[in-house]
């Protein structure tokens, strides 16, 4: 089960053809600048996919940038991450980690249920991440008390 955020969430304004973040309810407060071609609002969790020429990044409803404008692909939320493609590589940005942000730079980032951390492939290695976006190997992670990105952790 998802929250769907609808409270009081930031809306998009476009000003001179460029789009940009105000504050809701006629305000007028700007959360960014008006210099994206495009803002989507990710309605399972507190985000915004914007776009610049060809590129896409990611903001928080304050309006701050989480992953700049390098994307390629944003995959479509599960749990609490979003996965991302940039230049070939898959980095993620789990909300329930003080909106971690980890750069792209594994081959395969793969979400197996609520229950499971995401498992992450790079150089042929198959690991976990920690919650201070440090790769760790399965072996690694096994005596790991900490919280892996992706698992369910509802006191975390």
């Known amino acids: 089960c998802h929250y769907i955020y609808t409270h009081n969430i930031p809306r998009v304004a476009v000003l001179r053809g460029k789009a940009g973040l105000a504050k ?4 007028g407060v700007e959360l960014t600048p008006f210099d994206y071609d495009f803002i989507s609002y990710m309605s399972i969790l507190p985000y ?19 992953a700049p404008c390098i994307i390629d692909e944003v995959c479509l939320p599960s749990g609490t991450c979003v996965v991302f493609k940039a ?4 980095g993620l940005i789990d909300s329930s980690c003080g909106d ?14 609520i229950e499971q ?5 790079k150089d042929g290695v198959e690991g976990v991440i ?11 992670a096994l005596d790991y008390d900490g919280y892996l990105v992706g698992e369910y952790n509802p006191i975390f």
């Open 24 to 27: 809701a309810y006629g305000s």
């Open 100 to 113: 971690l942000y980890v750069a792209p730079q594994y081959d395969n980032i793969e979400f197996i249920d």
């Open 48 to 66: 915004y996919t914007v776009k610049k020429g060809e590129k896409f990044g990611i903001i928080g409803m304050d309006g701050h940038e989480i």
């Open 130 to 140: 920690n919650e201070a976006g440090t790769f760790m190997t399965d072996v690694e």
């Open 87 to 90: 230049n070939g590589k898959y």
């Open 117 to 121: 951390p995401y498992t992450v492939t």
